[in-house]
């Protein structure tokens, strides 16, 4: 089994998947996506038992967001959003 390095950045309102080159070190894009509100908090996870690797992110909107990548589709899916409240 081949392991993938991928690299999830944010800024503002961007979120953005990268891959690094494995012969010349530089990174390359791999998706480029602008999101509604301003992320606030993102953390990866991986549900025991399951070889997929998900995105929890949370925004300004008082939204949290469960994204899965997918290859095929060369985009995240939402798998679960929950709105708890904007912030004062």
Known sequence: MKVVLLIILYVGSILELIRPDEKT???HTVYQQEVFGLIR??????LT???IDYV?????SGRITI??????????????????????
């Not at 908090?41 to 991986?46: D, G, T, V």
């Open 67 to 88: 994204l899965e990548f997918k290859p095929e589709k060369e985009k995240f899916e939402v798998v679960h959003q929950e709105t708890f409240g904007k912030t004062g």
């Open 25 to 27: 070190g530089s990174l």
């Open 49 to 51: 038992g399951l070889n």
């Open 56 to 60: 929890v992110v949370g925004s300004d």
């Open 41 to 46: 908090k993102i953390a990866p996870f991986r």
